[in-house]
């Protein structure tokens, strides 16, 4: 009795190790795409010389309560330097960050602080997160280039991910972005509306388009041609990749080992 129910134990165990494996890179936690975070200006290729985080934009994590960019610690420095002039993304009186999660810990709470102090703070309540994470921020009392550090606090373990986002207030502060009209809503998969600073880089043409879709210029990150990292992909967008057509259902600046597929769900829908 003990060695029937033993053995499919065993193999489900094998099995599910080997797909925690495999997983692992595309999984792993998450992080603030949108306006883009430190980390998401490396991965995009926006900002060099970024060191190791350029591969892993997600894996800023470190015990609860730091309050610098890099979670503290000896790794990712690279994200502490302020001497790196970090673009700023123009934003209004009030910012919406949208979170690239692939893996839904569980949530105690999402904050946001400008200059050392808290200035939002959102309680999950231990929950499991939804796949399309959002907070609408007010930042009306600030003005300018401020960088805003958002922490997203586990709810299961000690730990918390790290995030500076570098925004320009109001469009004062000089040298930002594309400007955007401020967000008054906050859904679930709405794409961000903060360009980033960088255009999209253009996308290879290799992969021929599966049957039916629009074969339309690489341009932009939309239209469904071929996926390629370091786009930045806005909702709505269609690509294909290895045959199957997904849309984009939130904003992200593309990386390997995010391909479309099970794993990203969170970031691609099959169509
Ligand atoms: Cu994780």
């Known amino acids: 009795m003990r060695r029937?129910?033993?053995?499919?134990?065993?193999?489900?165990?094998?099995?599910?190790?080997?797909?925690a494996v495999a997983a692992?890179?595309?999984?792993?936690?998450?992080?603030?795409?949108s306006p883009p975070s430190r980390q998401a200006l490396c991965a995009?290729?926006?900002?060099?010389?970024?060191?190791?985080?350029q591969f892993e934009p997600q894996s800023v994590e470190a015990p609860k309560g730091?309050?610098?960019?890099?979670?503290?610690?000896?790794?990712?420095?690279?994200?502490?330097?302020?001497?790196?002039?970090?673009?700023?993304?123009?934003?209004g009186r009030s910012a919406t960050f949208s979170w690239v999660?692939?893996?839904?810990?569980?949530?105690?709470?999402?904050?946001?602080?400008?200059?050392?102090?808290?200035?939002?703070?959102?309680?999950d309540n231990n929950q499991i997160p939804a796949a399309s994470?959002?907070?609408?921020?007010?930042?009306?009392?600030?003005?300018?280039?401020?960088?805003?550090?958002?922490?997203?606090?586990?709810?299961?373990?000690?730990?918390?991910f790290y995030n500076c986002v570098d925004v320009n207030i109001g469009g004062t502060g000089?040298?930002?972005?594309?400007?955007?009209?401020?967000?008054?809503?906050t859904a679930p998969t709405a794409a961000p509306t903060t360009a980033p600073t960088k255009a999209?880089?253009?996308?290879?043409t290799t992969t021929p388009p599966s049957t039916g879709a629009p074969t339309t210029a690489p341009t932009s990150g939309g239209g469904g041609q071929a996926w390629a990292p370091g786009v930045s992909y806005q909702a709505g967008d269609k690509v294909t990749y290895e045959g199957v057509t997904y849309e984009c259902r939130q904003g992200h600046n593309s990386i390997r080992s995010w391909e479309p597929g099970i794993w990203t769900l969170a970031l691609w829908l099959p169509l």
Do not use: Q
Not at 24 to 32: F, I, K, N, T
Not at 44 to 53: H, K, L, N, S
Not at 133 to 160: C, E, Q, Y
Not at 200 to 204: E, F, H, R
């Open 66 to 91: 730091s309050t610098e960019c890099n979670g503290g610690g000896a790794a990712f420095t690279e994200l502490n330097d302020e001497s790196r002039n970090w673009p700023a993304a123009t934003v």
């Open 101 to 123: 999660l692939t893996a839904r810990h569980r949530t105690a709470t999402w904050e946001y602080f400008v200059d050392g102090a808290s200035v939002a703070k959102f309680d």
């Open 200 to 204: 999209p880089t253009t996308a290879p």
């Open 4 to 19: 029937m129910i033993a053995y499919p134990l065993a193999t489900l165990g094998m099995v599910a190790s080997s797909l």
């Open 174 to 185: 000089g040298g930002g972005s594309t400007p955007t009209t401020a967000p008054t809503t």
């Open 44 to 53: 995009a290729g926006t900002v060099t010389g970024c060191g190791a985080i």
């Open 24 to 33: 692992s890179p595309a999984m792993a936690h998450g992080y603030v795409s």
């Open 133 to 160: 994470v959002s907070h609408t921020v007010d930042l009306s009392r600030f003005s300018g280039k401020k960088t805003v550090l958002a922490v997203w606090n586990i709810g299961d373990t000690p730990m918390a």
